[in-house]
């Protein structure tokens, strides 16, 4: 994608030669606003090799709307609050298994994500989390999970099978309006 490689060579290009190497984007640990609102961006696989990348900021993409694909580091551990709202093309995303925590309104407003594997590692499901992400169909939630936070599937007008492996249900946490097709 050009824009994400014209805006990668602005921000990280160490040595101003114009070309970006792998040292020099495996040495990026946060991305900032970096992408925030760019609504050219369509594809960006390259942020697979941002490799000290542990923790996506708040809003990192958020308002992408052309944003359709993406390659998330496998050392990324953290998905900040609205990191990916709004990217109404954004389809489906691999998530790395270390993935600890996502953020508010992660992948709020995602339209056309069809599929997420919600990784084992996670313990809450924050608010508004994956509101109106209405093409997911299924949702299976690991058995760490223990907190579901208001309105976090709201609006996910298709899911047909929706799964909590614990435990003990009895203890976990449901929030207000958590799966309400509108609130």
């Keep these: 994608d050009k824009e994400v490689y014209n805006i990668c060579i602005e921000k990280w290009d160490a040595d101003k030669d114009g070309k970006l190497t792998y040292g020099e984007v495996a040495t990026v640990t946060d991305l900032g606003d970096a992408f925030k609102g760019n609504t050219k961006i369509q594809s960006f696989s390259e942020l697979y090799y941002f490799t000290s990348l542990t923790n996506l900021s708040d809003d990192a993409f958020n308002g992408c709307t052309n944003l359709a694909t993406i390659r998330i580091p496998k050392a990324l551990k953290q998905i900040g609050a609205r990191a990916f709202k709004d990217c109404v093309t954004l389809r489906q995303l691999n998530l790395p298994t ?3 925590a996502m953020g508010a309104k ?3 407003g995602c339209k056309m ?3 997420i ?6 313990t809450a499901i924050e608010e508004g989390t994956f509101k109106d992400c209405q093409q997911i169909t299924s949702i299976e939630l690991p058995i760490g999970v223990k907190t579901i936070g208001n309105e976090a599937f709201a609006g996910c007008t298709r899911i047909s099978t929706f799964t909590i492996k614990t ?3 009895e203890k976990a946490k ?3 309006a958590s799966c309400r097709e509108r609130v």
């Design 167 to 169: 435990f003990h249900p």
């Design 117 to 122: 594997e919600i990784p084992s590692a996670i």
């Design 106 to 108: 992660a992948f709020c």
């Design 174 to 176: 449901i929030g207000r």
């Design 113 to 115: 994500m069809n599929a």
């Design 98 to 100: 270390n993935i600890q």
